[in-house]
């Protein structure tokens, strides 16, 4: 018995030296032997699949698609795992059958607190080159992603803890394995943690509208009031105002948005240091940028209320009503904020008009839905 120990003797003590030797490695790292994920690394690139009227899509080099990279993104962006409480997820505010929103006009992080502006929907974000948020403080999805963890009035977690509790789960070491390659847990990090949630995010793409149907790909007509609700939207300009709502001018193009930032009148200010919220201004220091908000796509807005970056529009109706009123004239509104008339057939037909922009195939896409129901 005595001599079989001794025997063994050697060996563990190799492993123990080779376990400290990795101790030094480049990672810096606690490494044991069990640090190491066992998987095989062979990443699927992914195609985005959009219609030639789209812009092109906005992918960073050094964040290429994969098919494993979207889906532990999917899988971070609906799991719980990322706030403090384990109680909520991306995906409680962005729920795919709201396009992404919550239906809030501003929404409860885990600490019960509320922040200060209406979720977005997450919607044909692979296009957009103006920022993110309402006031485009993030340059990319990645930065966007790194936000709302740490967020206080959002799932206010700390990424350490988040990737301590990741490199301890039974499998997302082996997904991040499989979307970049590493080799050890220690090498799982809040910033491909990031990347894999932008990967997914930029597969969110929307072309599927009755609207996309009627106008690009001949299928059915539309009806005469959704063609005269088209035909205000887009006029470019009218002899006589009252017929120029000019809804294009901020919605426009295949996407129903340029990403462009106004104001498009909906606050009455005395002066431009009075805005509530100062948008953009708080951004770049720039007082005419105060009050200032991208303009959202318009696609699926029937099924993102309450409207404006504050919630404070509950129906398409009131939000019509706004823009027919020519706003507060405030210096920097926009000069296409104008009164224009809108009788009881001009609202009915703009708001069919909005509802041909609703994509349902969107909303139900399996690949959108939570991976763990
Ligand atoms: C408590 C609700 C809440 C949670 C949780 C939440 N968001 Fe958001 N999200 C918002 C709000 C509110 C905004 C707009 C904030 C602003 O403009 O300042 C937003 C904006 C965004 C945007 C910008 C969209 C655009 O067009 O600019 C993205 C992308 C996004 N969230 C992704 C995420 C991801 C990824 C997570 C999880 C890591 C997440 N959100 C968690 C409420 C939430
Ligand atoms: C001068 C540019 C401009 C014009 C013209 C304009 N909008 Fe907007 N629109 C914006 C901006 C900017 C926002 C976001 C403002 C905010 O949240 O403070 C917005 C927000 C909206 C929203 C709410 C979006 C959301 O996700 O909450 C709807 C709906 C909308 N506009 C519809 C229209 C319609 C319909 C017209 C024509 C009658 C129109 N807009 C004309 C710039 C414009």
Request: net charge negative; glycine share 8%; hydrophobic share 35%.
């Amino acid at each position: 018995m005595k001599i079989r120990i001794l025997a063994v003797l050697p060996l563990v003590t190799v492993l123990l030296i080779s376990a400290c030797q990795d101790d030094d490695g480049p990672t810096g790292c606690n490494c044991t032997e069990d640090d190491i994920i066992e998987a095989v690394y062979n990443p699927q690139p992914y195609e985005l699949v959009f219609p030639e009227r789209f812009p092109q899509p906005i992918v960073p080099e050094d964040n290429p698609m994969t098919v494993a990279g979207i889906a532990l993104g999917r899988n971070l962006f609906f799991d719980p795992i990322l706030s403090s409480d384990s109680t909520m997820s991306c995906a409680t505010c962005h729920n795919p059958q709201m396009s992404f929103t919550d239906g809030q006009p501003n929404s409860e992080g885990v600490l019960g607190m509320r922040g200060r502006r209406s979720t977005m929907a997450l919607i044909n974000l692979a296009f957009n080159a103006n920022g993110f948020f309402w006031d485009g403080r993030a340059a990319s999805l990645e930065a966007q992603a790194l936000a709302p963890v740490e967020d206080h009035t959002e799932l206010n977690e700390s990424w350490d803890n988040v990737m301590e509790k990741l490199r301890r789960h039974p499998e997302y070491p082996t997904m991040f394995r499989q979307a970049f390659g590493i080799e050890r847990k220690s090498e799982m990090s809040k910033e491909l943690a990031v990347k894999a949630i932008a990967q997914f995010e930029r597969t969110l793409i929307s072309y599927n509208s009755r609207f996309d149907k009627v106008a690009w790909e001949q299928q059915g007509w539309p009806t005469d009031s959704e063609q005269r609700g088209r035909d205000l939207f887009f006029v470019e300009f009218a002899t006589n105002t009252q017929d120029h709502p000019g809804c294009s001018h901020c919605h426009g193009g295949a996407l129903f948005t340029e990403n462009r930032f106004f104001n498009n009148g909906i606050s009455d200010v005395n002066g431009l240091d009075e805005f509530p919220d100062k948008g953009l201004g708080d951004i770049t220091g720039n007082i005419y940028d105060n009050g200032k908000f991208r303009a959202p796509s318009l696609r699926n807005i029937e099924l993102t209320a309450p409207y404006m970056h504050d919630g404070r529009f509950n129906t398409l109706e009131e939000v019509l009503g706004h823009y027919a009123s020519g706003g507060h004239g405030t210096i920097n509104e926009d000069p296409n904020i104008q009164p224009f008339t809108l009788t009881e057939q001009n609202k009915e037909d703009l708001i069919a008009f909005l509802k041909m922009l609703t994509d349902t195939s969107f909303v139900h896409k399996p690949e959108f839905q939570n991976p763990f129901n």
